[in-house]
């Protein structure tokens, strides 16, 4: 792992969600630029203090003169995004596999070189959009690619968080602070942080891509240095239009990500205040609901599932669940039985590609007379 030292909050998720399947050991790290946090994580950890390094550049160095059993096999990068890019390139380089956090990289264009990098290499590369792993998020998007709702017409996501109603980053606080800083977290504040994942989940869900965006991005706490809310219309391809709101200072939310899509037939609801749930809303028919964990689901949605019907599965699962797909692949490359990439159903560098790209449309679109922008890839 690289990054996830003390005060980490998502490095804490990754290794959980790393070990909930018995996939991945964790066997050495550099966990922050502080040489004394990273031996300080990796005592926490109980980790061979041999192997607990000071920086990256370290661990790829010393990981590399180890036997080709024993050393690093994948990377966790979970680091703030100006901190991205170079470790997943150098990880790559050494012939070892990368899971990062979204969003990909600090601009599209390092998104672009990791692509690229992606491509030559041949390694299996994830992104953590982790909303992805939810079980009946699966069978949302199972139900659409079948058919069920005819040709989609509308897509609604919406992801308010109240958590930045205030100053926080003037206020010591870390997660705050890195997030609100352009030279660490890149152009876009609220729309990166939030707005990234609102857009891969409609992507994935749907089927569609999104064509163009017309933006508004809005900075409401005063002095803060990028934007804490933004909202957007939405064309997506084969016609179907959409309204995009992502918030950070929506006071008194917590993190009410949900999504709608409607089509010719009927829509879908989807909530991750009860995620657990899949509401069906067809025309001139009772509401459908679907749990996960019953016998009448997707076969992909009990894949995704592990405890019966009635028992609450979470964002940790769901993170897991990515995990679980990216280590299938590392398994069948190893074997040399890789099949499509995406068959294994975790998102991948593209997704990463085109979450940099959002962002870059977004804010050009914000900041444009004409508001309606081509999607910038």
Not at 295 to 301: E, K, L, P, Q
Not at 335 to 350: C, H, M, Q, W
């Amino acid at each position: 792992m690289i990054g996830g030292g003390p005060d980490s909050f998502i490095g804490a998720v990754h290794r959980n969600a790393a070990w909930l399947d018995g996939k991945f050991d964790l066997v050495a790290g550099a966990f922050s630029s502080s040489a004394e946090k990273s031996q300080q994580a990796g005592a926490q950890l109980g980790l061979d203090p041999n192997r607990v390094y000071d920086s990256y550049d370290e661990l790829f160095e010393k990981e590399q003169k180890l036997p080709k059993n024993q050393r690093v096999e994948a990377v966790a990068i979970v680091t703030p995004n100006h901190v991205h890019a170079d470790p997943a390139m150098k990880a790559l380089e050494n012939g070892m596999h990368v899971i990062i956090d979204k969003p990909l990289s600090f601009d599209l264009d390092e998104a672009k070189q990791l692509k690229k990098k992606v491509d030559e290499t041949g390694l299996i590369f994830a992104l953590t959009h982790s909303y992805t792993g939810y079980p009946m998020i699966k069978e949302a998007r199972h139900q659409i690619a079948g058919g069920k709702f005819g040709g989609l017409r509308k897509i609604f996501v919406e992801y308010p968080q109240g958590w930045l109603s205030h100053s926080l980053e003037k206020e010591g606080n870390k997660q705050a602070s890195w997030r609100t800083d352009p030279s660490r977290s890149g152009a876009g504040g609220a729309v990166g942080d939030i707005g990234t994942h609102a857009a891969n989940l409609a992507e994935y869900v749907s089927g569609l891509k999104i064509e163009r965006v017309c933006a508004d991005l809005n900075t409401v706490v005063e002095g803060r240095n990028l934007d804490d809310d933004a909202s957007a219309l939405l064309r997506f391809e084969k016609g179907a239009s959409g309204v995009l709101i992502a918030t950070q200072v929506a006071a008194g939310e917590e993190n009410d990500l949900k999504l709608r899509v409607f089509g010719e037939m009927g829509g879908l609801e989807w909530s991750h205040k009860d995620p657990n749930t899949l509401l069906i809303k067809m025309l001139d028919e009772p509401v459908h609901i679907y749990r996960t964990g019953t016998d009448y689901v997707a076969d992909i949605t009990k894949k995704n599932t592990r405890l019966p019907a009635g028992h609450p599965e979470g964002y940790l699962e769901a993170f897991a669940n990515i995990y679980l797909a990216f280590g299938d692949a590392v398994q069948d490359y190893n074997r040399g039985a890789l099949k499509e990439i995406k068959s294994y159903d975790f998102p991948t560098v593209e997704d990463g590609v085109r979450g940099m790209a959002f962002i870059k449309t977004m804010v050009e679109s914000s900041n444009s007379n004409t508001k309606w922008t081509k999607f910038l890839l």
